[in-house]
């Protein structure tokens, strides 16, 4: 049987990627006529892919990048930064993105006073969901209030995803390969749209990147460092957490591995669901995104978990609708599908798909077939999965001991080179069913 790596290594052959990649989702998505942007889209993609290609299988590629690793990473990110940072201000001069209008307003009310009050809501954002990190905002924005101030802090941040992945892969890739696929950290589709609007999710990649980092170097005083590092982000990067803890069991790490962190993530997490953010709320035992977005099973977290016990067939349907399968073949296409399969760290993604699946289920009073309002790349609901899953196909891929087929550093070169190019293939494309 011909391996994929092995097929893809013609420059010619990879410049096919695009279309067949994307082929799945298109086929599902446009069913109802080929939309008139989609040439386009296919144009300026090859056209990248073209310039990508050509620069990685040039002969001396792979010597530079090992020779250069860190020169590579570093600059790389700065770049990616600068680039990220004036493409966000450039769309949004006046704060006109949805979530960067909200999170302006609410930073302008902090330095009134305040203490970010939503502005149309007419009440603090900690009462929405719990993201600490915005106060890191505060003194900055104090300094300039204006709001290519959070542009710049949320682009850093997301920049700052590169180099935590590069450390990341180099446990399991050699230089070139870690310098190489460490960029995908930043290039991931459901990634790149949080550049154009802004959110505290800005800042979960990094933290999943340091939480794997911390687990996987057997670190215990850097995973608690990491696991409060994601409960400042958002409660929901809390659901990673706990999943962190069924791949320590599965790894049989032992229960002083799992133990803490099942313990530390659905404690924090029910922490925050139940009294944090209802006393903010002044809504004791519920809050208002689990009752407006699961309420067809409950309004808080422990009713919403009983009402998927005892309604397990409601669940199902929500989770089975067609469109769900447009969000999994967007989210699987720049990894080629199956490749996180091969790894347990693909189970940190499965509670946030989960949730966003299932999200908006409101039968009779919402037509089941429409999309549901958190499965689109465009906005930040798929920022963890896309680094959950990008860090399982690395993982899963990377050329394991003794495997007597891969051992060669050419062939672990040509492994690299084809995942990186599978994203690049997939960086522009129909964001979802609705848009085509």
């Not at 696929?181 to 290039?187: I, K």
């Not at 803490?260 to 993530?265: E, F, I, T």
């Not at 003794?402 to 070169?413: A, I, L, P």
């Amino acid at each position: 049987m011909i391996r994929a790596e092995r097929f893809f290594r013609r420059p010619g052959i990879l410049l096919c990627l695009p279309p067949v990649l994307l082929a799945p989702y298109l086929l599902f998505a446009i069913r109802g006529g080929i939309p008139v942007q989609l040439p386009g889209f296919l144009a300026v993609t090859c056209c990248i892919l073209a310039v990508a290609t050509f620069i990685l299988t040039r002969a001396g590629a792979r010597a530079a990048l090992e020779r250069h690793e860190q020169f590579f990473v570093w600059v790389g990110s700065f770049l990616f930064f600068l680039a990220a940072w004036k493409f966000g201000s450039a769309l949004n001069p006046g704060a006109v993105g949805p979530e960067a209008y909200n999170f302006h307003q609410e930073l302008l009310d902090v330095e009134q006073g305040g203490f970010f009050t939503h502005p149309s809501e007419h009440r603090t954002e900690f009462a929405i969901h719990f993201s600490p990190v915005l106060l890191l905002l505060v003194p900055l924005f104090h300094l300039h209030p204006h709001p290519d101030t959070i542009f710049a802090i949320g682009s850093l941040v997301m920049s700052l995803a590169i180099p935590l992945a590069w450390r990341f892969l180099r446990m399991k890739w050699s230089p070139s390969s870690a310098a190489l696929l460490a960029f995908g950290a930043g290039l991931y589709p459901s990634l790149l749209s949080l550049h154009g609007d802004f959110s505290p999710v800005r800042f979960a990649p990094p933290a999943i990147w340091f939480l794997l980092i911390a687990y996987r170097r057997r670190r215990p005083v850097l995973l608690g460092i990491a696991v409060i590092s994601c409960w400042m982000v958002k409660e929901t990067v809390l659901l990673a957490v706990v999943m962190l803890a069924a791949v320590a069991f599965v790894e049989r790490r032992g229960a002083r591995w799992y133990g803490p962190l099942g313990l530390a993530g659905i404690g924090l997490f029910l922490l925050t669901n139940q009294w944090i953010l209802p006393w903010f709320a002044g809504t004791a035992g519920k809050t208002s995104t689990i009752a407006a977005q699961f309420g067809y099973w409950g309004q808080s977290a422990p009713a919403v978990l009983a009402g998927f016990l005892g309604d397990p067939v409601s669940v199902a349907r929500a989770i089975f609708r067609l469109n769900n399968l447009a969000y999994v073949l967007k989210l699987g296409h720049s990894v080629m599908f199956l490749l996180p399969l091969g790894s347990p760290l693909l189970l940190l993604a499965c509670p946030e798909f989960f949730v966003n699946a299932i999200a908006g289920y409101y039968p009779g009073l919402i037509e089941v077939s429409r999309p549901g309002p958190w499965t689109s790349l465009v906005g930040h609901y798929s920022a963890t999965i896309g680094t959950v899953i990008w860090a399982a196909a690395t993982e899963a891929w990377a050329v394991k001991c003794g495997d007597s087929n891969s051992g060669t550093e050419e062939e672990e070169w040509s492994r690299a080179r084809l995942l990186f190019l599978a994203v690049i293939a997939s960086i522009i494309y129909p964001t979802n069913a609705e848009s085509l």
